[in-house]
């Protein structure tokens, strides 16, 4: 963001889907984040975590400094 306090880094995964990460250093807030592939996400261990879309394919994500992974799902 234009403070420099929400970071998401995405880069290809060798299976042509893509991945990403999303996190911040300031203090926990949801953001929306629009995809135009569904998405899984994953905590810092690889556990599963639940955000649904909404009907323009967009989520509310719950970020903190621990990091939320994410890939596309084929």
């Known amino acids: 963001d234009e403070n420099r306090e929400v970071f998401f880094p995405r880069w290809d995964l060798p299976d042509g ?3 990403g990460m999303i996190w911040t250093v ?3 807030r949801t953001i929306r984040q629009a995809f135009s592939d569904a998405v899984e996400f994953f905590d810092l261990f690889g556990s599963p975590l639940k955000f649904v879309a909404d009907e323009k394919g ?3 994500i719950s970020i903190s400094d621990q990091p939320i992974y ?3 799902r084929k």
């Open 17 to 19: 889907g893509r991945g």
């Open 26 to 28: 300031g203090a926990k």
């Open 58 to 60: 967009g989520y509310s």
């Open 70 to 72: 994410w890939r596309t």
